[in-house]
T-cell receptor
Framework: DQQVKQNSPSLSVQEGRISILNCDYTNSMFDYFLWYKKYPAEGPTFLISISSIKDKNEDGRFTVFLNKSAKHLSLHIVPSQPGDSAVYFCAASQDSSYKLIFGSGTRLLVRP | EPEVTQTPSHQVTQMGQEVILRCVPISNHLYFYWYRQILGQKVEFLVSFYNNEISEKSEIFDDQFSVERPDGSNFTLKIRSTKLEDSAMYFC????????????FGQGTRLTVV
């Protein structure tokens, strides 16, 4: 089941620069997308979400962009901080179901 | 800040034994979920629960699995006869309402079947 894909297993960024994490999906019925951050031995922590009626949502240093025609979303973190180092998962759902389909995650390392 | 609490944090059990994983969702949330993550793999949906019944379950959630909300606060996942391949991190999640809202996850229970 590859409905949600994160093709970059890892990303390394210098502190203060922008981190861009990407996610692709195949199911055009998905209408709600979320980004979660996860530290080892902890549960996923919600970061930011976007519904399919929008193409951008911003919350502080975090912005999610949705390109429905390309079935692609991205998470921008700016400026990146060492505390942002974690695994980032994108997830998608159809509102009628709400079960979240997760990508495989991208490990972000922010270098001081 | 309200949070989802799971106990125990780590459970070791022998193959064939029953285990119960416990969760206290965020108070006044209405939708409850179990997910699992086998080491090195994706987080996978197991089951959703609303209004005291299962609303959806994945093909992973076979007859060996059951969920219950016995007392209006706890939400449990029972595995009747554990198998080695049930070893994983199990995450409980809850959500407040329908529509475009996020789910909040607990810190997980690491289940090791030996």
């Amino acid at each position: 089941d590859q409905q949600v894909k994160q093709n970059s297993p890892s990303l390394s960024v210098q502190e203060g620069r922008i981190s861009i994490l990407n996610c692709d999906y195949t199911n055009s019925m998905f209408d709600y997308f979320l980004w979660y951050k996860k530290y080892p031995a902890e549960g996923p922590t919600f970061l930011i979400s976007i519904s399919s009626i929008k193409d951008k949502n911003e919350d502080g240093r975090f912005t999610v962009f949705l390109n429905k025609s390309a079935k692609h979303l991205s998470l921008h973190i700016v400026p990146s901080q060492p505390g942002d180092s974690a695994v980032y998962f994108c997830a998608a759902s159809q509102d009628s179901s709400y079960k979240l389909i997760f990508g495989s995650g991208t490990r972000l390392l922010v270098r001081p | 800040e309200p949070e989802v609490t799971q106990t125990p944090s780590h459970q070791v059990t022998q193959m064939g034994q029953e285990v119960i994983l416990r969760c206290v969702p965020i108070s006044n949330h209405l939708y409850f979920y179990w997910y699992r993550q086998i080491l090195g793999q994706k987080v996978e949906f197991l089951v959703s629960f609303y209004n005291n019944e299962i609303s959806e379950k994945s093909e992973i959630f076979d007859d060996q699995f059951s969920v219950e909300r016995p007392d209006g606060s706890n939400f449990t996942l029972k595995i009747r006869s554990t198998k080695l391949e049930d070893s994983a991190m199990y995450f409980c999640a809850s959500r407040g309402r329908e529509g475009y809202t996020e789910a909040f996850f607990g810190q997980g229970t690491r289940l090791t079947v030996v």
